[in-house]
């Protein structure tokens, strides 16, 4: 699943590719990725992009009419964009369609340029989804959602009052999009390690000196992670330059499970918490 450093630096990207660019047709080969599609797509044909923005992992298109376009990736949306000569660029979940001809079996919605530019949106799970909502319908979309891990405003006192009465384990409340957006399970897992905090321990149980530490851990690891695109696990894919991540070379405890603890030199464990597998040192983070 694409997380918070590679929606980032898709979002990077598209943001520079996509500037001033016309939209021309739009292609919707399959219904129900374009959620609430006006009937024709008229709406937004001719419309001009403006900029690319993205708060927590959604991306929003902003256009110059009413409307923006809003994408969500889920577990294994790509955005492939091809210019006029046939030049790529984009990111999203690895697959053979970042570099097979398009559109593939998994496209979705294809936006054609002015220009012969085109954008692919695939999608092979299919819960991925692109809305074209008013630009003041907008925000509510985002109500749900707490501060961004980025936020230069995010603050210690804010974490630690979020954190006061639950005593679910730090590491699903600070994958908790209410509390705080984009620290997806690989950033957390390496967060806790870092900072040496047990994942099991209670939300409310962290210590000031903990969180604090943990939410400058958090940010510098998100911000490393997309500095270098993100984290690629997919063996066959990982070397797609421009598409790839490199932060799978620096992870320090996530998917080392029974390896050395590059800390103390004891076996990392792993455990399931709220479905997902969390990686961590008995040793190096107490309860
Ligand atoms: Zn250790």
């Known amino acids: 699943m694409p997380e918070l450093p590679e929606v980032e630096s898709i979002r990077r990207k598209l943001h520079e590719i996509l500037q001033d660019r016309q939209i021309e047709k739009i292609e919707v080969l399959?219904?129900?990725?374009?959620?609430?599609?006006?009937?024709?797509?008229?709406?937004?044909?001719?419309?001009?992009?403006?900029?690319?923005?993205?708060?927590?992992?959604?991306?929003?298109?902003?256009?110059?009419?009413?409307?923006?376009?809003?994408?969500?990736?889920?577990?294994?949306?790509?955005?492939?964009?091809?210019?006029?000569?046939?030049?790529?660029?984009?990111?999203?979940?690895?697959s053979a369609d970042w570099v097979d001809d398009l559109p593939g079996k998994h496209t979705r919605v294809i936006f054609y340029f002015m220009g012969g530019s085109r954008l692919f949106f695939n999608d092979m799970?299919?819960?991925?989804?692109?809305?074209?909502?008013?630009?003041?319908?907008?925000?509510?979309?985002?109500?749900?959602?707490?501060?961004?891990?980025?936020?230069?405003?995010?603050?210690v006192t804010y974490l630690l009052r979020q954190a006061a009465r639950?005593?679910?384990p730090v590491k699903q409340f600070i994958m908790d999009n209410k509390v705080v957006c984009g620290v997806g399970n690989i950033y957390a897992s390496e967060s806790l390690f870092m900072t040496k905090i047990n994942p099991q321990k209670s939300a409310k149980d962290i210590s000031k000196k903990e969180m604090t530490a943990l939410l400058q851990a958090m940010q510098q690891i998100i911000a490393r992670a997309t500095e270098l695109g993100g984290t690629t696990f997919d063996g066959k894919y990982v070397g797609v330059d421009g598409f790839a991540g490199g932060?799978?070379?620096?992870?320090?405890?996530?998917?080392?499970?029974?390896?050395?603890?590059?800390?103390?030199?004891?076996?990392?464990?792993?455990?399931?918490?709220?479905?997902r597998g969390s990686f961590y040192c008995p040793v190096c983070q107490k309860t």
């Open 30 to 94: 399959r219904d129900k990725s374009f959620l609430a599609f006006p009937m024709t797509g008229a709406e937004i044909l001719n419309d001009v992009v403006l900029e690319v923005k993205r708060r927590a992992k959604i991306l929003q298109i902003v256009l110059a009419g009413q409307r923006d376009l809003l994408i969500h990736l889920k577990m294994t949306g790509q955005l492939i964009f091809i210019d006029q000569d046939g030049q790529r660029a984009g990111g999203g979940h690895p």
């Open 125 to 155: 799970r299919v819960f991925g989804w692109i809305r074209s909502p008013l630009k003041t319908e907008v925000d509510r979309e985002f109500v749900s959602y707490g501060p961004d891990i980025n936020d230069p405003n995010l603050s």
């Open 166 to 168: 639950r005593s679910i």
């Open 247 to 275: 932060f799978q070379n620096e992870l320090q405890v996530y998917g080392r499970e029974g390896l050395p603890c590059l800390r103390c030199g004891k076996p990392i464990a792993k455990i399931k918490q709220g479905g």
